[in-house]
């Protein structure tokens, strides 16, 4: 589920994104994966190439997801401005002020891809300009700032994430 805070619409260079459609502050949570979202065991896709091929899908853990809204329109950069937290699994937050108008973009990386995964972000962390940086420390970091400012901002989704969960935990009783 996307934040309602954002727009895809096409680019004149990498196909279509998000953009924000007002300033989306630090540590505001944009989005999660919601059981509308399809997921499937990662152990189900055979090989790298068939995950490569699954359009708009990543790998989380041990499932491979395929997000339910124009969420699948985040593209990537080294220097992302949205993170996946450890807090909860599946839920994206804001790492910085996202300014209206600006491209929402997400670290690809943090997804497992694979090492002939072509960057073209050129960024000052793209990981064709760097050598080796800690990066699971670096993104770390960054969400530990954004998590520090949860109850500081306006959470859009808090109550939609909240029903989803007690949705889960209802049905995990049963």
Known sequence: MLANLFIARKTLDHGFSLFAKETVPLGTIV???????????????????????????????????????DNRFTNHSCTANVLFTRFKPGVVIAVQDIMEGEEVTCD???????????????????????????????????????LKELKNVKQPLLES?????????KSKKS
């Open 161 to 169: 994430l909240t029903s989803v969960q007690n949705t889960l935990l």
């Open 31 to 69: 989005s999660f994966i919601c059981p509308k979202c399809h997921t499937a065991p990662l152990k189900n896709v055979k090989n790298t190439e068939a995950i490569k091929n699954l359009a708009y899908s990543f790998v989380l853990g041990s499932k491979v997801v395929t997000p339910c809204s």
């Open 108 to 146: 690809y990386r943090a997804f497992g891809v694979m090492p002939e995964f072509n960057c073209f972000c050129n960024t000052e962390n793209c990981m064709k300009n760097t050598i080796e940086i800690d990066l699971l420390g670096w993104w770390e970091s960054r969400i530990n700032v954004a």
